[in-house]
């Protein structure tokens, strides 16, 4: 089961957050990791609107999935920010960097490239074998 690289684009409100979880789980319907990638993909998308210039008013952000054997990618990119993503351990004080501990328990890696004018967060999910149907 293997997809292309498939992107779709997003307005930067909170709005569209449920929007780019639902097309993530209409990519990946029937997938056994769609429910992984649609929390991660939430959380990139939380994080794109309100810590990044894509939150700003008009704004956008913009979802990428790209499927091999074994491996499921996914990225949102953001317009940029003076911050970087990170993730902070769980008992720090205020709920910024949660979402991050939260795509770290999740994915086989995630990481970050760009810079202030625009960046890709991503994560790799493992992807479990599937067996063979038999007709």
Do not use: Y
Request: proline share 7%; glycine share 10%; charged share 25%.
């Amino acid at each position: 089961m293997s997809l292309p690289c498939i992107s779709r684009t997003f307005l930067g409100s909170p709005r569209s957050i449920v929007e780019a979880r639902r097309f993530v789980t209409a990519m990946l319907s029937g997938w056994p990791e769609a429910e992984d990638a649609e929390l991660i993909v939430s959380e990139l998308a939380t994080n794109a609107v309100r810590h990044s210039e894509s939150g700003r008013f008009g704004g956008r952000f913009t979802v990428s999935i790209h499927t091999e054997a074994d491996r499921l990618w996914l990225g949102v990119l953001d317009e940029g920010g003076p911050r970087s993503p990170r993730a902070f351990p769980p008992h720090t004080d205020g709920e910024d960097g949660r979402g991050l501990m939260l795509v770290t328990e999740l994915a086989a890696s995630w990481g970050v490239t760009g810079d202030d004018k625009g960046r890709v967060v991503w994560a790799v999910l493992d992807v479990l074998p599937q067996p063979a149907v038999r007709q």
